[in-house]
C-alpha cells in the first residue's frame, strides 16, 4: 500500500542544533516500528542529552520488538504468539500484555486488535491493486473478533482460538512514544523535547523561548497543505488517522488501511481523525477509533471522553473541532 510515513508536520521545532541561552540541542532520526521516528531533546549537558535520547530510542525497539507481528525478535513477541493460535495459554512479554489488557477493558468494538486475518487480505490485494472478493473477506472475518483471545490474568498469558491472530499497529506507536517520553524525562538534563513516531507526537516542556508547541495538522485531500495549527502544552501527545496515510486504488476508489471490523471493508466515514490526550498511547487508540466509528457516534464518543480531544474531518470535508481544542487549533483555510 502507498505509504506516508508522517502524518503531522511540525510547523517550528526550536531543535535545531546550537545553543539558545545556554541550552544545548540534540536531534536523531531512525526508522523503527515501520516508521521515521524522530527524538529531539534540549538540556544542559550535550553528552546527556544525546544519551536520553538513545535511550528513547532503545525503549522504541524494545516495544517494536514484541509488537511486530511480520518478524520473530524473541520468545514472547507478537509474532510468536500468532504462531501459537489454537495451542493453548501463551506466556508474553511484559509490554505485549499491557496493551492487550488495556484493550480488553475497553468497550468500544469498533477498534479490534484481532483483525490480523482481513489486514493480511487487503494487503496482499494492495501489492496487486485488486478487491478481494466477498467471498474472501467473509473467510478472513470469521477469523477475526474480540472473542478470539483470553487473557488469563493472574498467569499473564494469552490464547489465541485456532486461526486467528492479532495485530497492535493501531495502538503500538502510541504505546511506544508514552515508553520514550518516559525513559527521556528521567534524565534530570532534559528540559524539552518533542517525539515524533510518523504523526505519534508526544511534547515534553515548551520551546526554548517560552511558547507553546505547534503542530500543523495535514489536510487529507492536500496533504502537503495543513488544515491548520495546533498549539501543544507540555506533557501532551496527539495522534492522527487518515486515509491519505496508506492506501492503494482501483477505477479511481481509495481503499485504505483502517477497517471496519464489521464489515472488513476499509473505514468510510472519516477521511481524518486527529486525537489529543495527555497520553500517546490513548490519542492513537481513538484517533483509529474515531476514524471508523460513523461521524455523529465519534462526536458523541469525544464529548463522553474527558481524555480526549478531537478535530475529526468527515468525506464531505466538514471538519469538526472538539470545544477544548477551540482556543489552541487555528484553521489555515
Ligand atoms: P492507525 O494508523 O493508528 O490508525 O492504525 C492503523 C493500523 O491499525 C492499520 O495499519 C492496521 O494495522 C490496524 N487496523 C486497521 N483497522 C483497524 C481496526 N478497525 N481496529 C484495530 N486495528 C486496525
Ligand atoms: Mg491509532
Known sequence: MKKLLSSLLIISSLLTTGCFFKQQSYQDTRFL?????????????????????DEAFIAFKEVEDETDRYKSHKPRDLYALNQHNGQGPFIVGDHLYKLLLMYKEQPYTALDLSLGPIIDVWRTHGETKTVPSLEEIKTALAKCGRDKFSLDTTNHTVTLTAGSNLDLGAIAKGYAVDYAASVITKNKAVTSALINAGGNIKVIGTKANGKPWRIGIQDPRNPQEILGILEMK???????????????EVNGVRYCHILDPATGQPA??????TVV?????????????????????????????????????????????????????????
Open 234 to 248: 507540555n506533557g501532551q501527545a496527539i495522534a492522527t488517522s487518515g486515509d491519505y496515510q496508506r492506501y492503494y
Open 33 to 53: 516500528m515501520d516508521t521515521i521516528i524522530t527524538i529531539s531533546v534540549t538540556g544542559k549537558d550535550q553528552a546527556a542529552i544525546k544519551n536520553a535520547t
Open 268 to 273: 468510510r466515514n472519516a477521511i481524518s481523525t
Open 277 to 333: 490526550s495527555s497520553s500517546a498511547l490513548t490519542a492513537d487508540f481513538f484517533s483509529t477509533l474515531l476514524f471508523v466509528l460513523p461521524h455523529e457516534e465519534a462526536i458523541s464518543v469525544v464529548k463522553n471522553t474527558p481524555q480526549i480531544e478531537a478535530i475529526i474531518v468527515n468525506p464531505k470535508g466538514e471538519i469538526y473541532v472538539s470545544p477544548g481544542l477551540r482556543n489552541t487549533f487555528t484553521k489555515e483555510k
